[in-house]
């Protein structure tokens, strides 16, 4: 009878196993079939996006959420790697996802506690939490967690998932990511961390708020004397390693992070805006992140443009917009869109549009100079009252002093001194199509209304696109488009685009281009002054090398657009509301920024002159008649011009200099270089 019960206790133990084992083996098949057929879990995450300069130095980011910069284990120190499995999860290369031991202990602990109170997740299930679920202390989650770890494990190696563990890790400050961690605490790339570094990183995710060295440096410390006791325990340092990384101080450099982030906000601002176009175009969503794009932008321009605008700008709401770009190129080496992007984000680079003013003469005598006008054609001066609209409107334009020339004055020198009379004249032999036609081939995006006014300058336009007009003129008349972006690498190092060569087209001929660039030498230059003096003349003592360039004053706006051969920079200065510009510290600010910036962006360069191309010669003029200067002709100066128009006559010809006084129009040519190292 007893063996009888014996042999059926051992029957259903036996029944009971086999069920048990039947159970398990059900509920691990049929795991295996729900991951399979689930398949891999996805491991996308948000990343931010980095801007780097022309040199490729990062600048800024741009983040969903959550600061991350994704970087490979290769790209990693290796202490950091191994510091992160000595402290959190020393099986982890051992185990499929789960520390069966860990979560023993760790179940006896919370069964006592009568809570979720000690946690046991493997790496592997704390990047499944990172992911896909929060970190509420639940079994629920915990199950949840246990089931994404599985997929992970089955679907992916060891690497991929110690990788993606240690780009999602949170450090606080809002870093995500070992990356963004080793640049917030140490201003360096996560591989260059030292074993001291990386251990003080590996000791934060147990507690951010708690273990982060610039939250509490104490327990921080303490923290990080574990990690290293426990890397030299498992063998991944040395015991005197140990004692010298332990006996390091920490070196924090956070300050050097919050410095970064203020360079250049209106600029990148910009960069991003064009990058979601292109990106778009290319079919990729911008939001996914993780772009690396690498910019126009020449840190040492930028730096000097805002410490040039603090220091120069007066104490009041006066606001400004610079901007500075290549010639030859197009790529845009500075913005600055305001005095502060975090007080207003507007942009008065590229958003505000304002008159511009005679800094629009350029634009219209490029389409004279087009048109057969050259340097040395003259034009009486005298008031005009112009009518226009078949006679029903008239327009009485004067100078900036009130004062009228009393002879005729050549194309020079009515740039030089922005003379007004003559600029409506020329607009109205032109014509307002061929006016139209040039500042469209210069890039700007106007149409000028049939008025007078619009030679001076009444058409509202950006400083951007009018500093671009000015970069075509230095670039030789090309149809240079301004440049912000160089290339676009998406999180995998991918390039997804790289701009392409500038066009070869033009906007006006190489040779023209040429006259009008040594035309706006003569604002400089104080032999121009008669009636009118020279605009620039007052910035000539700053001025170490040639400068091409125009100002333009309403009574609201100040504008200042120049070059040298190799660097084009515009700035406006003015009121948001419109108001008018009274002080005579306003109205010089535009003058001394520009000046300030040009001489220290060329500083220790040496000194280019604008070279003439092929089919421009120079000639000694004089000024008052267009004839070639000989002894008595008291206002010299050297100026370039086309050879077909070469004066044929001395400047002490009778009949030329009657001609001159007559007013009678003629075309000449002339182009110029301000003082003596022009010559």
């Given at each position: 009878?007893?063996?009888?019960?014996?042999?059926?206790r051992?029957?259903?133990?036996?029944?009971?196993?086999?069920?048990?084992?039947?159970?398990?083996?059900?509920?691990?098949?049929?795991?295996?079939?729900?991951?399979?057929?689930?398949?891999?879990?996805?491991?996308?995450?948000?990343?931010?996006?980095?801007?780097?300069?022309?040199n490729?130095?990062?600048?800024?980011?741009r983040?969903?959420?959550?600061?991350?910069?994704?970087?490979?284990?290769d790209?990693?120190s290796?202490?950091?790697?191994?510091?992160?499995?000595?402290?959190?999860?020393?099986?982890?290369?051992?185990?499929?996802?789960?520390?069966?031991?860990?979560?023993?202990?760790?179940?006896?602990?919370?069964?006592?506690?009568?809570?979720?109170?000690?946690?046991?997740?493997?790496?592997?299930?704390?990047?499944?939490?990172?992911?896909?679920?929060?970190?509420?202390?639940?079994?629920?989650?915990?199950?949840?967690?246990?089931?994404?770890?599985?997929?992970?494990?089955?679907?992916?190696?060891?690497?991929?998932?110690?990788?993606?563990?240690?780009?999602?890790?949170?450090?606080?400050?809002?870093?995500y990511?070992?990356?963004?961690?080793?640049?917030?605490?140490?201003?360096?790339?996560?591989?260059?961390?030292?074993?001291?570094?990386?251990?003080?990183?590996?000791?934060?995710?147990?507690?951010?708020?708690?273990?982060?060295?610039?939250a509490?440096?104490?327990?921080?410390?303490?923290?990080?004397?574990?990690?290293?006791?426990?890397?030299?325990?498992?063998?991944?340092?040395?015991?005197?390693?140990?004692?010298r990384?332990?006996?390091?101080?920490?070196?924090?450099?956070?300050?050097?992070?919050?410095?970064?982030?203020?360079?250049?906000?209106?600029?990148?601002?910009?960069?991003?805006q064009?990058?979601?176009?292109?990106?778009?175009?290319?079919?990729?969503?911008?939001?996914?992140?993780?772009?690396?794009?690498?910019?126009?932008?020449?840190l040492?321009?930028?730096?000097?443009?805002?410490?040039?605008?603090a220091?120069?700008?007066?104490?009041?709401?006066?606001?400004?917009?610079?901007?500075?770009?290549?010639?030859?190129?197009?790529?845009?080496?500075?913005?600055?869109?305001?005095?502060?992007?975090?007080?207003?984000?507007?942009?008065?680079?590229?958003?505000?549009?304002?008159?511009?003013?005679?800094?629009?003469?350029?634009?219209?005598?490029?389409?004279?100079?087009?048109?057969?006008?050259?340097p040395?054609?003259?034009i009486?001066?005298?008031?005009?009252?112009?009518?226009?609209?078949?006679?029903?409107?008239?327009?009485?334009?004067?100078?900036?002093?009130?004062?009228?020339?009393?002879?005729?004055?050549?194309?020079?020198?009515?740039?030089?001194?922005?003379?007004?009379?003559?600029?409506?004249?020329?607009?109205?032999?032109?014509?307002?199509?061929?006016?139209?036609?040039?500042?469209?081939?210069?890039?700007?995006?106007?149409?000028?209304?049939?008025?007078?006014?619009?030679?001076?300058?009444?058409?509202?336009?950006?400083?951007?696109?009018?500093t671009?007009?000015?970069?075509?003129v230095?670039?030789?008349?090309?149809?240079?488009?301004?440049?912000?972006?160089?290339?676009?690498?998406?999180?995998?190092?991918?390039?997804?685009?790289?701009?392409p060569?500038?066009?070869?087209?033009?906007?006006?001929?190489?040779?023209?281009?040429?006259?009008?660039?040594?035309?706006?030498?003569?604002?400089?230059?104080?032999?121009?002054?008669?009636?009118?003096?020279?605009?620039?003349v007052?910035?000539?003592?700053?001025?170490?090398?040639?400068?091409?360039?125009?100002?333009?004053?309403?009574?609201?706006?100040?504008?200042?657009?120049?070059?040298?051969?190799?660097?084009?920079?515009?700035?406006?200065?003015?009121?948001?509301?419109?108001?008018?510009?009274?002080?005579?510290?306003?109205?010089?600010?535009?003058?001394?920024i520009w000046?300030?910036f040009?001489?220290?962006?060329?500083?220790?360069?040496?000194?280019?002159?604008?070279l003439?191309?092929?089919?421009?010669?120079?000639?000694?003029?004089?000024?008052?008649?267009?004839?070639?200067?000989?002894?008595?002709?008291?206002?010299?100066?050297?100026?370039?011009?086309?050879?077909?128009?070469?004066?044929?006559?001395?400047?002490?010809?009778?009949?030329?200099?009657?001609?001159?006084?007559?007013?009678?129009?003629?075309?000449?040519?002339?182009?110029?270089?301000?003082?003596?190292?022009?010559?």
């Amino acid at each position: 009878m007893k063996k009888t019960r014996r042999k059926a206790r051992y029957r259903f133990a036996g029944l009971l196993t086999i069920t048990g084992f039947t159970a398990v083996l059900t509920v691990l098949i049929c795991l295996r079939v729900y991951a399979q057929i689930a398949g891999p879990p996805s491991l996308s995450v948000p990343e931010a996006t980095v801007f780097i300069d022309r040199n490729d130095h990062q600048i800024g980011d741009r983040f969903s959420g959550e600061r991350r910069y994704w970087v490979g284990l290769d790209e990693m120190s290796p202490f950091l790697v191994d510091a992160f499995v000595a402290v959190e999860d020393k099986n982890f290369y051992k185990h499929g996802g789960f520390d069966y031991k860990r979560i023993a202990g760790a179940v006896l602990k919370d069964v006592k506690a009568g809570r979720k109170a000690e946690g046991a997740s493997t790496i592997t299930q704390q990047y499944a939490r990172n992911l896909y679920l929060t970190n509420e202390k639940s079994w629920t989650r915990k199950a949840n967690e246990a089931l994404y770890a599985y997929r992970m494990e089955l679907f992916y190696d060891k690497e991929r998932i110690l990788e993606g563990y240690l780009n999602t890790v949170y450090f606080g400050h809002g870093m995500y990511g070992v990356e963004a961690a080793s640049r917030y605490f140490f201003a360096k790339p996560a591989g260059e961390l030292t074993l001291e570094e990386a251990a003080a990183i590996a000791a934060i995710p147990k507690g951010p708020s708690i273990y982060s060295p610039a939250a509490n440096k104490e327990k921080a410390e303490n923290r990080r004397q574990i990690v290293l006791r426990l890397m030299a325990e498992q063998g991944f340092i040395s015991p005197d390693q140990r004692e010298r990384a332990g006996g390091q101080q920490l070196v924090l450099k956070t300050e050097e992070w919050s410095d970064q982030k203020d360079i250049a906000p209106y600029f990148l601002n910009e960069v991003w805006q064009d990058a979601e176009k292109i990106l778009v175009g290319k079919g990729r969503y911008p939001a996914e992140g993780g772009w690396t794009i690498k910019t126009t932008l020449d840190l040492a321009h930028q730096q000097k443009a805002e410490e040039i605008i603090a220091d120069r700008m007066p104490d009041n709401d006066l606001q400004i917009g610079f901007v500075s770009m290549k010639p030859d190129t197009g790529e845009v080496t500075a913005m600055v869109g305001g005095r502060s992007f975090a007080d207003s984000p507007f942009n008065r680079v590229t958003q505000a549009k304002r008159q511009p003013g005679s800094a629009m003469k350029p634009i219209l005598y490029a389409a004279a100079l087009e048109d057969g006008f050259n340097p040395l054609t003259f034009i009486s001066t005298e008031k005009t009252i112009f009518t226009y609209d078949d006679g029903r409107s008239s327009y009485e334009p004067s100078n900036v002093n009130g004062k009228f020339g009393d002879h005729p004055i050549s194309l020079a020198q009515a740039l030089a001194v922005s003379d007004n009379i003559y600029a409506v004249k020329t607009l109205e032999e032109i014509g307002y199509r061929k006016y139209n036609s040039m500042a469209e081939k210069l890039g700007i995006q106007v149409k000028f209304p049939e008025s007078p006014a619009v030679a001076l300058g009444t058409s509202a336009v950006t400083l951007f696109e009018m500093t671009g007009a000015y970069n075509r003129v230095a670039s030789g008349g090309r149809k240079i488009d301004p440049v912000l972006i160089l290339s676009i690498e998406d999180s995998r190092g991918k390039l997804v685009y790289e701009h392409p060569e500038q066009t070869k087209k033009r906007a006006m001929t190489e040779e023209n281009a040429f006259v009008l660039t040594h035309l706006m030498t003569g604002m400089f230059d104080p032999v121009f002054n008669d009636y009118l003096t020279a605009t620039g003349v007052s910035m000539r003592a700053s001025q170490t090398r040639p400068y091409a360039a125009k100002s333009g004053t309403t009574l609201s706006d100040q504008y200042l657009i120049g070059y040298s051969p190799t660097l084009t920079a515009g700035i406006w200065t003015g009121y948001d509301v419109g108001r008018q510009i009274e002080e005579a510290e306003d109205k010089a600010a535009s003058k001394r920024i520009w000046i300030d910036f040009m001489e220290s962006a060329h500083s220790g360069l040496r000194p280019e002159p604008f070279l003439p191309p092929h089919g421009v010669k120079g000639v000694t003029v004089d000024i008052e008649t267009g004839g070639i200067a000989v002894e008595g002709c008291a206002k010299q100066r050297l100026v370039y011009l086309k050879e077909r128009d070469v004066p044929k006559q001395l400047c002490t010809d009778k009949t030329l200099r009657e001609t001159r006084l007559q007013g009678t129009k003629e075309k000449k040519g002339f182009d110029l270089f301000p003082f003596s190292f022009f010559e």
